[in-house]
């Protein structure tokens, strides 16, 4: 054997050698001196992933939680407080706020509380149905989908929270029109979050005609809404006028109403509103002119007779048909016959 193999076996006979004698050589415990700063770690780490979680759930009570979500998952309240014009493609309001998502992004997240049981949906707006329509429109358009900005309220006591919080947010933005407005205060008189209109105007902090006023507005036909063709429109201080105008004469305003909903161009509001108050008020007049005798027979009045402008009106009372049907025929002969005598040439 060489000098130089000599010297190489003698190398690997001393590694084996030492690697023995570590393999063999026995190890240390983990004594409370090595287990204390790993205890210690520990112990911060769980109190941090605690703190966190508490921090998380205090922010989404507190609704100061903003997440990103999928628009599909969210749904609207029942008691959503925007026209179905407000949230169309074609409303000019909702156009804008469309453009400005696309070039600005969302600048204003939307408020939802989460839900349970009601799959796919997995919260519920409290405020923002038109950004929620307008992210859902632009989640459509989009390949890879759009995320929607949310507050996460996780704190909504009841009902009466719930649409107080809308009304409150709504407020700070696009206000909603007084048509709007009043659907919500019916809405929420008619499912008892209020027991009274002076309850429900302490609660929003509006004075108790104001409030009169808006439910006026909500509470018109729709044959008089559709005069004014959009009925967000209709000005807070109109619903009085008009519905005095239908207790005057609640024919002739409906009449004017309908033609006014079948003219092209669609005429302005303003003018809409003074046509259909004016038409009550010419009626009003003509009614002003009309006398009215009874003719009162043992002890009953079965015929009252008015009079106004080119016309005569018999108010029948206590005959039955076949003598109505007979007085009809009699009188129609006898004005027949009455007429001729003085309007044929002689």
Do not use: C
């Amino acid at each position: 054997m060489s000098t130089k193999a000599k010297d190489r076996r003698a190398a690997l006979d001393e590694l084996l050698t030492t690697r023995a004698n570590v393999e063999a050589a026995p190890r240390p415990a983990l004594t409370t001196r090595h287990l204390g700063p790993i205890a210690e770690q520990s112990n911060i780490y769980a109190e941090h992933v605690a703190t966190r979680a508490k921090l998380y759930d205090d922010a989404k009570a507190k609704g100061r939680l903003i997440l990103e979500l999928d628009p599909k998952k969210i749904r609207a309240t029942e008691f959503r407080d925007r026209h179905d014009r407000s949230l169309l493609a074609s409303d000019p309001s909702f156009v804008a706020l469309l453009a400005s998502l696309k070039t600005h992004g969302q600048q204003v997240p939307i408020r939802v509380q989460p839900i349970k049981g009601a799959l796919p949906f997995e919260f519920e707006i409290i405020s923002g149905h038109r950004r929620h329509a307008a992210a859902l429109l632009l989640d459509a358009q989009t390949p890879s989908g759009y995320l929607v900005l949310a507050i996460a309220d996780g704190n909504i006591a009841d009902t009466r929270d719930l649409v107080l919080k809308m009304f409150r947010e709504n407020e700070e933005r696009l206000d909603p029109s007084p048509y709007e407005k009043g659907q919500s205060f019916t809405q929420w008189l008619n499912a008892g979050v209020f027991e009274s209109q002076r309850e429900l105007a302490a609660a929003i902090g509006l004075g108790e005609s104001a409030v009169a006023k808006y439910l006026s507005v909500a509470s018109l036909p729709m044959l008089v809404l559709a005069a004014f063709g959009d009925e967000r429109a209709i000005a807070m201080s109109w619903g009085a006028p008009l519905s005095q105008a239908l207790k005057l004469n609640e024919a002739a305003v409906l009449k004017a109403a309908e033609r006014l909903a079948q003219r092209r161009p669609a005429p302005t509001p303003d003018v809409v509103m003074k046509a259909l108050v004016s038409a009550a008020a010419e009626k009003r007049a003509t009614r002003g002119t009309s006398r009215e005798e009874s003719v009162r027979i043992a002890g009953r009045v079965p015929l009252k007779v008015g009079s106004g402008r080119n016309r005569i009106v018999l108010k029948l009372a206590h005959l039955d048909e076949a003598m109505q049907k007979q007085l009809r025929e009699e009188l129609k002969d006898w004005a027949e016959a009455w007429l001729r005598k003085r309007l044929e040439p002689s």
